[in-house]
């Protein structure tokens, strides 16, 4: 078939991601609607090539020599609302809606309260579901309503509940399968007082400060690496297990010291990779490595990314099985 009109040929991919790193793309599609999902699906079929859905490209690493297939980014963004009752009400909105867009609607249109805990973090809906969006204790799935879903194997869109995601730590069952796209999701959200919405939006104010002020917001993925579980978590000498991967990506003392051409761990924050505009995914690859290494040696621990890689031919980290056999 002929290449549909929604899907151009050899995109970069540098303006499409937070850290503005990689290569091109071979396919680049943004369907608006449902015909053009289908098309898209159709050629990739026929062409036997996969396809990778980008958000924001705010968690993500893409290779530096691109990715063959397809990258999609879904632009559709409608949000709407309706109230169950006086005390709770649901919030519908597209998948290429972002977080951003989605609390500023809940806190001066809908008057809806909850997801404002996830202020400042560059998301779309349907990215915050892939992950399961996390700010501290607070889930995005512990919100989750519906969700509509396009499977690609049968080419129907499904509606589904929260327990269907298996939602876990940094991870989704449409994480783990690429069988399914999300299309929309719908949140179950508390209503409350005139004053109660005045705490939030102060609190929406609050928390974009409180993270622009603590972490770099560019030229980054955030957060590289996932915090340690319970289990592999060793006892520090006050007798508490720390989970947070930062602490010990700080006692190892990479933080604003460890860099590689231009590419360099943050000041600001031990997980955090930064650079200045001309580095590489390769750099950021190498200083990820050299974390990994050392918090392995010094802890035992060994350290997985929080951040998608896209693109690599092989996985480009640390394994059990490559520090094994060092």
Not at 74 to 87: A, P, R
Not at 170 to 191: H, Q
Request: with cysteine; hydrophobic share 35%; charged share 20%.
């Amino acid at each position: 078939m002929n290449i549909p009109t929604c899907i151009r040929q050899n995109i970069s991919l540098k303006k499409y991601n937070w850290f503005e790193l990689g290569g091109l793309a071979n396919y680049f599609a943004n369907p608006k609607n449902h015909e053009d999902l289908q098309s898209v699906i159709t050629f990739s079929h026929e062409k036997n090539l996969p396809i990778k859905i980008l958000g924001l490209g705010a968690n993500v690493l893409i290779s530096d020599s691109g990715y063959s297939g397809i990258i999609m980014r879904l632009y559709n963004s409608n949000i709407s609302h309706y109230y169950i009752n006086d005390e709770t009400g649901i919030l519908k909105a597209d998948a290429g809606c972002t977080i951003e867009e989605l609390i500023d609607y809940c806190l001066n249109t809908a008057f809806l309260f909850g997801l404002e805990e996830f202020s400042g973090i560059p998301s779309t809906v349907g990215g915050a579901l892939f992950i399961n969006l996390h700010y501290y204790s607070f889930l995005i799935s512990q919100f989750i309503y519906n969700a509509d879903i396009y499977d690609i194997a049968t080419k129907k869109i499904i509606t589904v509940t929260a327990d269907w995601f298996e939602f876990g730590y940094d991870t989704s069952k449409v994480k783990s399968n690429n069988n399914y796209i999300i299309l929309s999701a719908s949140f179950l959200l508390n209503r409350n007082t005139p004053l109660y919405a005045e705490y939030a939006k102060g609190r929406n104010v609050e928390i974009i400060r409180h993270r622009h002020n603590r972490y770099p917001y560019q030229k980054t993925c955030g957060c590289f690496f996932q915090n340690i579980s319970l289990e592999e978590a060793p006892i520090n000498n006050t007798g508490k297990k720390i989970l947070a991967a930062a602490y010990y990506l700080d006692k190892i003392g990479v933080k604003g010291e460890l860099k590689i051409n231009d590419s360099s761990v943050s000041f600001r924050h031990a997980n955090m990779i930064i650079h200045n505009g001309e580095g590489t995914a390769e750099d950021v690859i190498r200083i990820a490595r050299i974390m990994q290494k050392k918090v392995y040696d010094q802890y035992g621990i060994l350290l997985t990314p929080e951040c998608e890689l896209i693109g690599f031919n092989s996985y480009p980290l640390y394994t059990q099985l490559d520090i094994n056999n060092e």
